[in-house]
């Protein structure tokens, strides 16, 4: 196997590995509940979890998706979350190689995929993971080779700032709130770790994405359009397109058009 081969495995298990951690914050910070303990448990017969029952992803397909114990039906979203981020480590991997700052994007990376489940689940974007973001954005910037954190800073207000003018804006017009503080949080991060080329990447994709999905979701739910929904997962998706093609918006903008 080839160096790069390894690398990329190394990444995939690594991914995986923080995605069933991932897990344990989707469920446990909206709830107020500690991260590092108790151990997991079956939430129906409160059976702990053994070691070998958490390996990702081969612990819910060896278990068949049901409790060891009482057997009740674990949800199949635990190996996907751990899936998901394997991959989005494996992608990281691919665009930045074996650097701090592929590990600054992952960690980025980890947080977004934390934030958007949560958001999905109970429709709130937890301080606890927004505003310490923020921190670790800026000292990552300032701290990591190729990082500036002038373009953090930069990003934090123009991302924070900016939609906290629209959701005003949006407020006076409509008379009713179009996006929540969290999302206004949840810019400011993004902010911090892309700088704010990626604000603007971030909300076109984000809001694009958010339509097409929202509409499409609201005409097969028959509900109507004052029903709310969560907007940070799309605003996620918006950043990781920056993560990954970062200079995809730069380039159309100063693309030359033919006449």
Same mark, same amino acid.
């Given at each position: +196997?080839?160096?790069e081969a ?11 590995? =923080?995605g069933s ?63 998901? *981020? ?23 990376? %980890? ?8 958001? =999905? ?13 923020? $921190? ?11 990082? &500036? ?42 902010? %911090?770790?892309?700088?704010? +080329?990626?604000?603007?990447q971030t =909300? ?11 509409? $499409?979701?609201?005409?097969? *739910?028959?509900?109507?359009?004052? *029903? ?26 100063? $693309? &030359? =058009?033919?006449?």
């Open positions: +196997m080839s160096p390894v690398f990329y495995v190394f990444s995939f298990l690594i991914g995986i590995s =923080i951690f991932l897990n344990v914050v989707i469920y446990r910070v909206p709830e107020g509940m500690s991260i590092v303990s108790p151990p997991s448990r079956c939430p129906k017969c409160g059976v702990q979890l053994k070691w070998y029952w958490n390996v990702p992803l081969i612990g819910w397909l060896a278990l068949r998706g049901k409790c060891a114990k009482c057997r009740v039906p674990i949800s199949p979203r635990y190996p996907l979350v751990e899936l998901l *981020t394997g991959l989005i480590a494996v992608g990281i991997a691919y665009t930045y190689g074996p650097t701090l700052w592929a590990l600054f994007m992952f960690v980025f990376a %980890a947080a977004l995929v934390a934030i958007t489940f949560i958001d =999905i689940d109970h429709m709130i974007i937890p301080n606890v993971i927004s505003i310490p973001g923020v $921190a670790v954005g800026l000292v990552g910037q300032a701290l990591i080779p190729g990082g &500036d954190v002038v373009q953090g800073l930069l990003g934090v207000l123009i991302g924070g700032g900016g939609l906290l003018a629209v959701a005003g804006l949006y407020y006076l017009i409509r008379r009713v709130e179009g996006m929540g503080l969290g999302d206004v949080k949840l810019l400011a991060m993004i902010g %911090a770790f892309t700088g704010p +080329m990626a604000i603007l =909300i076109l994709v984000g809001s694009l994405f958010g339509s097409v999905i929202g509409i $499409a979701w609201l005409a097969l *739910t028959k509900k109507d359009d004052q *029903t709310p929904i969560p907007f940070g997962p799309f605003l996620a998706f918006g950043a990781l397109t920056y993560v990954y093609f970062p200079d995809v918006l730069l380039s159309w903008l100063t $693309a &030359d =058009i033919p006449y």
